[in-house]
Every structure is written in structure tokens, then in C-alpha cells.
T-cell receptor, first 112, second 113 residues
Framework: GAGVSQSPRYKVAKRGQDVALRCDPI?????LFWYQQALGQGPEFLTY????????KSGLPSDRFFAERPEGSVSTLKIQRTQQEDSAVYLC??????????FGQGTRLTVV | AQTVTQSQPEMSVQEAETVTLSCTYD???????LFWYKQPPSRQMILVIR??????QNATENRFSVNFQKAAKSFSLKISDSQLGDAAMYFC??????????FGAGTRLTVKP
């Protein structure tokens, strides 16, 4: 596609529910990033892929968070047993090489 | 670990005037990229300008320019002839070669008519 696509745009989950957030990067982009952004804050790094390899997952806040990119294209961020503090906007970005990243519109997750 | 610091949570500028947003970073790398991103209320991040660390010349994109001081690890953004549409959150970001990208906390820019 022309840009990074994230789905769903909005997700409301009951506490304890599992959620899966999808990211479709720009075709051919090698690098893919996931960020968590709280209201009024900067994006906090979660994890980074180069093709299908997850090179850095140091930002994942707990073992309830899991990300995958099995074929080096689409990526899924999964959050198990959601908690209220998981409420945030989750941003996905992709880049061709070591330069700028292009962002999707984000998924706003609200845990009630 | 690399860190990016934006010391101005909020800035305000009069329409048509010039404003400078500050950013400092910490790294032990010699080869890296620096970016300024804009995030309007719709929340989609848009690249404003980028700077390669190996280039001494400051990047310029129309009304946007940077002052890159590599030794001081400083990377400020100057917006000239500010327009109402420039109002947004601005984030400074750092990326070392083939690594992940890290962001500062952001500066909220208000443009007064």
C-alpha cells in the first residue's frame, strides 16, 4: 500500500481480555517498529524488527506483550490479559533502510 | 543507551515569527541520523526534517531548518514565518545505523494569530 496501515483504529477491551493489533508496513520496508504513546507523551519504544528477525524487544513492558513478524511483512502486537495501564495509542512505523520511519495512524487501545 | 531530551514541554510563537525548538541527545556512536517529527491532533507522525550526522551542513526544508552541533550533541529546529498549521507536537528522534529509533518527550507548539 501507499502508507503504513494499522488496524483496528480503535479497540476497547475488558480488563483481562487478550488483544491483537495489526500493522501493514509499506511494501518492501525492511525495518518495522512498535511504539506505545500515552496521552501528551512521546512514543516509547517497544520492539524492532529487521525483516522477520526481532532485533530488539527491550521496550516490551512485561511478558504479557508479544510481537511477531513471521514473513517479514505484516506484524502483530499481542497483549495478553490486558490491564488498565495498557491503555494508550500503539504506533507502528516502517523504514526502508537506516533513515526515516513512516508511521501509521495508530491504534487507540482503551482497557475498561 | 541512547537518550533524547527535549527540555521545552511547551512553546508559543506569533504567526509569521520565528521559533526554535531544542533537542539534545546522548550517544557513543559516530554514525547516526537525527529527525524532527510533527504530530498534529490527528496523531499521525509526519517527518519534518532529517540530518545525517556525517554531514556538517545543516539540513533545510523550506521554512524549517536545523542547527546541528555534533560535538555538543545538540539538534535544534527553527521554524521561520510560523503558520497556524504549524501548531502541533514536535518530537526529536535519534537513530543509529540499522538500529531502532528513539524519541524525546516532545514540545507542544502553539501558534498565535
Amino acid at each position: 500500500g501507499a502508507g503504513v496501515s494499522q488496524s483496528p483504529r480503535y479497540k476497547v477491551a475488558k480488563r483481562g481480555q487478550d488483544v491483537a493489533l495489526r500493522c501493514d508496513p509499506i511494501s518492501g520496508h525492511v525495518s518495522l517498529f512498535w511504539y506505545q504513546q500515552a496521552l501528551g507523551q512521546g512514543p516509547e519504544f517497544l520492539t524492532y524488527f529487521q525483516n522477520e528477525a526481532q532485533l530488539d524487544k527491550s521496550g516490551l513492558p512485561s511478558d504479557r506483550f508479544f510481537a511477531e513478524r513471521p514473513e517479514g511483512s505484516v506484524s502483530t502486537l499481542k497483549i495478553q490479559r490486558t490491564q488498565q495501564e495498557d491503555s494508550a495509542v500503539y504506533l507502528c512505523a516502517s523504514s526502508l533502510h537506516s533513515t526515516e520511519a513512516f508511521f501509521g495512524q495508530g491504534t487507540r487501545l482503551t482497557v475498561v | 543507551a541512547q537518550t533524547v531530551t527535549q527540555s521545552q514541554p511547551e512553546m508559543s510563537v506569533q504567526e509569521a515569527e520565528t521559533v526554535t525548538l531544542s533537542c539534545t541527545y546522548d550517544t557513543s556512536e559516530s554514525d547516526y541520523y537525527l529527525f524532527w517529527y510533527k504530530q498534529p491532533p490527528s496523531r499521525q507522525m509526519i517527518l519534518v526534517i532529517r540530518q545525517e550526522a556525517y554531514k556538517q551542513q545543516n539540513a533545510t526544508e523550506n521554512r524549517f531548518s536545523v542547527n546541528f552541533q555534533k560535538a555538543a550533541k545538540s539538534f535544534s529546529l527553527k521554524i521561520s514565518d510560523s503558520q497556524l498549521g504549524d501548531a502541533a507536537m514536535y518530537f526529536c528522534a535519534y537513530r543509529a545505523n540499522n538500529n531502532d529509533m528513539r524519541f524525546g518527550a516532545g514540545t507542544r507548539l502553539t501558534v498565535k494569530p
